[in-house]
């Protein structure tokens, strides 16, 4: 299987604190792959790094043969890679349509991007009743699928997921990760962040398990959910 | 009738506080600075004009667009040297003394160069303007000119930020930078042309301003800086119409207690209204309360 994405001993601080203590992992082209783990583990900060928005202190980044740690920030969507950040981010202030089109930011070809809106309005039709709509009054699980939707207009190889699930009813959670499912079946490989460990093994491969910087366990999605300590310390059994 | 003409002046007035408070709240609201030395870049566009136009003797088009440029330069320089390295400082202080320390600087270097005795600005628009109902109406050139430009403005603003991929860009930057980074957007690059439009504002505000009062010295744009401050403010800062807005109320309520009421006690009015209106509204005339759904 071909790797699409590699993590090497990756260490991040905030000022003396040690957020990721030299974690390592991958992820192979076509996998959703789940990292769990609680509050204040790393998930998001690792998730921050791998798109620029945090620096790297050490270790490394390698996407498709390419290093991302020296790389600006806004560079990286143009790569391939995009990310649907936690607490969902949309622009408040501006129309869904707008938010769409900011998705495209890096792509030039109009053709191609109207085309990628008609496969996102496809995949979420109730984006397209609200494009005129102020991303800010749409209700939490709408600005959800508009992140979605923001992030899949990059055209992505790969997406990064934070914490989908939070504060959403559980109507809306089961809806979001069978969309999940459905864009990973397109091709777009996924690493899926969520404190939902139940959800996030239910749809990946393989998953790894953060706890305070470091990863304490990996392995195939369905044996870490019949793992005792998993089951024990996040799947509540 | 000199109601009307006392109004139209304050309209006048209220246009170019509104074009320096635009550049004032473009900063503020996607740089999420407050440009305190913004109202000094006036000043530096006057000195250009002035100087420029004497050099040339008259050419005042030429002038202007000169000061329009070298404005704008100075305004990207002085985000990347001075406020630039700031971004991201453990407080939003550090910023805004730095803004200050700038605006200390513009008026003493011009002090250097050209002294503290104030110059007589020759007016850039040498219309005479219109004359109305007999003579009993006269609208001078400058404040026809004036009104005109600031609606110019504003109209081309609000199509560069609403149909341009990089007035949208600055709005997403004003919103979120770290999703906007997300999307690809370069925030810095984002900032700096957001300073440069700014700066080109306040070289306009400039010329208009001292063709309208012809007087200048090293601290003509300090008062009028301030004013356009309180107009981005009561406007609803980080709000473009908003600014437009605020200005032309202050202007307008400037002229009036000035003529009505009291010339020295206008400012006290001005600031007064101000601070009614945040009492009432504390996001100012169109601030939005931004409600976050978490």
């Given at each position: 299987?071909?790797?699409?994405?590699?993590?090497?001993?990756?260490?991040v601080?905030?000022?003396?604190?040690?957020?990721?203590?030299?974690?390592s992992?991958?992820?192979?082209?076509?996998?959703?792959?789940?990292?769990?783990?609680?509050?204040?583990?790393?998930?998001?900060?690792?998730l921050?790094?791998?798109?620029?928005?945090?620096?790297?202190?050490?270790?490394?980044?390698?996407?498709?043969?390419?290093?991302?740690?020296?790389?600006?920030?806004?560079?990286?969507?143009s790569?391939?890679?995009?990310?649907?950040?936690?607490?969902?981010?949309?622009?408040?202030?501006?129309?869904?349509?707008?938010?769409?089109?900011?998705?495209?930011?890096?792509?030039?070809?109009?053709?191609?991007?109207?085309?990628?809106?008609?496969?996102?309005?496809?995949?979420?039709?109730?984006?397209?009743?609200?494009?005129?709509?102020?991303?800010?009054?749409?209700?939490?699980?709408e600005?959800?699928?508009?992140?979605?939707?923001?992030?899949?207009?990059?055209?992505?190889?790969?997406?990064l997921?934070?914490?989908?699930?939070?504060?959403?009813?559980?109507?809306?959670?089961?809806?979001?990760?069978?969309?999940?499912?459905?864009?990973?079946?397109?091709?777009?490989?996924?690493?899926?962040?969520?404190?939902?460990?139940?959800?996030?093994?239910?749809i990946?491969?393989?998953?790894?398990?953060l706890?305070?910087?470091?990863?304490?366990?990996?392995?195939d999605a369905?044996?870490?959910?019949?793992?005792?300590?998993?089951?024990?310390?996040?799947?509540?059994? | 009738?000199?109601?009307?003409?006392?109004?139209?002046?304050?309209?006048?007035?209220?246009?170019i506080?509104?074009?320096?408070?635009?550049?004032?709240?473009?900063?503020?609201?996607?740089?999420k600075?407050?440009?305190?030395?913004?109202?000094?870049?006036?000043?530096?566009?006057?000195?250009?004009?002035?100087?420029?136009?004497?050099?040339?003797?008259?050419?005042?088009?030429?002038?202007i667009?000169?000061?329009?440029?070298?404005?704008?330069?100075?305004?990207?320089?002085t985000?990347?040297?001075?406020?630039?390295?700031?971004?991201?400082?453990?407080?939003?202080?550090?910023?805004l003394?730095?803004?200050?320390?700038?605006?200390?600087?513009?008026?003493?270097?011009?002090?250097?160069?050209?002294?503290?005795?104030?110059k007589?600005?020759?007016?850039?628009?040498?219309?005479?303007?219109?004359?109305?109902?007999?003579?009993?109406?006269?609208?001078q050139?400058?404040?026809?000119?004036?009104i005109?430009?600031?609606?110019?403005?504003?109209?081309?603003?609000?199509?560069?930020?609403?149909?341009?991929?990089?007035?949208?860009?600055?709005?997403?930057?004003?919103?979120?930078?770290?999703?906007?980074?997300?999307?690809?957007?370069?925030?810095?690059k984002t900032?700096?042309l957001?300073?440069?439009?700014?700066?080109?504002?306040?070289?306009?505000?400039?010329?208009?301003?001292?063709?309208?009062?012809?007087?200048l010295s090293?601290?003509?744009?300090?008062?009028?800086?301030?004013?356009?401050?309180?107009?981005?403010?009561?406007?609803?800062?980080?709000?473009?119409?908003?600014?437009?807005?605020?200005?032309?109320?202050l202007?307008?309520?400037?002229?009036?207690?000035?003529?009505?009421?009291?010339?020295?006690?206008?400012?006290?009015?001005?600031?007064?209204?101000?601070?009614l209106?945040?009492?009432?509204?504390?996001?100012?005339?169109?601030?939005?309360?931004v409600?976050?759904?978490?």
């Amino acid at each position: 299987m071909e790797t699409l994405l590699e993590i090497k001993d990756l260490s991040v601080y905030y000022g003396v604190i040690q957020a990721l203590k030299g974690i390592s992992f991958h992820v192979n082209k076509g996998e959703v792959v789940a990292l769990i783990g609680a509050n204040g583990a790393g998930k998001t900060t690792t998730l921050h790094t791998l798109s620029g928005l945090i620096q790297a202190d050490k270790g490394s980044i390698t996407y498709k043969g390419q290093e991302l740690t020296k790389l600006a920030g806004n560079k990286i969507v143009s790569l391939g890679m995009a990310q649907v950040p936690e607490g969902r981010r949309v622009f408040a202030q501006m129309t869904v349509l707008q938010n769409l089109k900011m998705g495209a930011y890096t792509r030039k070809d109009k053709a191609e991007l109207e085309e990628t809106l008609k496969t996102v309005y496809k995949r979420f039709p109730r984006l397209e009743e609200r494009k005129n709509q102020l991303a800010g009054t749409l209700s939490g699980g709408e600005q959800q699928m508009l992140a979605m939707g923001r992030a899949l207009m990059s055209h992505p190889e790969i997406i990064l997921m934070d914490e989908p699930s939070m504060g959403l009813s559980p109507i809306f959670v089961n809806e979001i990760f069978s969309i999940i499912e459905d864009v990973n079946k397109d091709g777009v490989t996924v690493l899926l962040v969520e404190q939902n460990a139940k959800k996030a093994l239910s749809i990946a491969n393989r998953a790894y398990v953060l706890e305070t910087g470091s990863i304490v366990k990996e392995g195939d999605a369905k044996e870490l959910m019949n793992d005792e300590s998993i089951k024990k310390a996040y799947l509540g059994e | 009738m000199s109601f009307l003409t006392y109004f139209i002046n304050g309209l006048s007035l209220g246009s170019i506080y509104a074009i320096i408070a635009l550049g004032y709240t473009m900063v503020y609201g996607i740089a999420k600075m407050l440009n305190f030395a913004h109202g000094d870049f006036i000043m530096v566009g006057c000195y250009i004009i002035f100087s420029v136009s004497r050099a040339l003797s008259g050419n005042s088009i030429v002038a202007i667009i000169i000061s329009i440029v070298l404005c704008t330069i100075l305004g990207i320089t002085t985000e990347f040297v001075a406020y630039r390295p700031l971004r991201g400082a453990a407080s939003p202080l550090a910023v805004l003394i730095t803004a200050i320390g700038v605006s200390y600087l513009l008026e003493n270097i011009a002090l250097l160069i050209f002294g503290a005795d104030v110059k007589s600005f020759t007016s850039v628009i040498k219309w005479e303007g219109l004359t109305f109902a007999d003579g009993q109406l006269r609208i001078q050139g400058v404040t026809i000119v004036t009104i005109v430009v600031s609606i110019v403005i504003l109209i081309t603003l609000q199509l560069f930020i609403n149909k341009t991929k990089q007035g949208q860009a600055m709005l997403a930057v004003a919103e979120d930078r770290g999703a906007a980074t997300l999307m690809g957007i370069n925030v810095n690059k984002t900032i700096m042309l957001t300073f440069a439009i700014g700066s080109a504002l306040a070289a306009v505000a400039g010329a208009l301003l001292c063709s309208a009062y012809p007087s200048l010295s090293p601290y003509t744009g300090a008062m009028p800086g301030i004013k356009a401050f309180v107009a981005a403010v009561l406007g609803g800062i980080g709000s473009i119409p908003g600014a437009m807005i605020g200005g032309l109320v202050l202007g307008i309520v400037e002229i009036l207690s000035k003529t009505y009421i009291s010339s020295q006690l206008s400012d006290a009015i001005v600031f007064g209204i101000l601070v009614l209106v945040l009492l009432i509204k504390p996001t100012g005339i169109l601030g939005k309360q931004v409600q976050v759904k978490v």
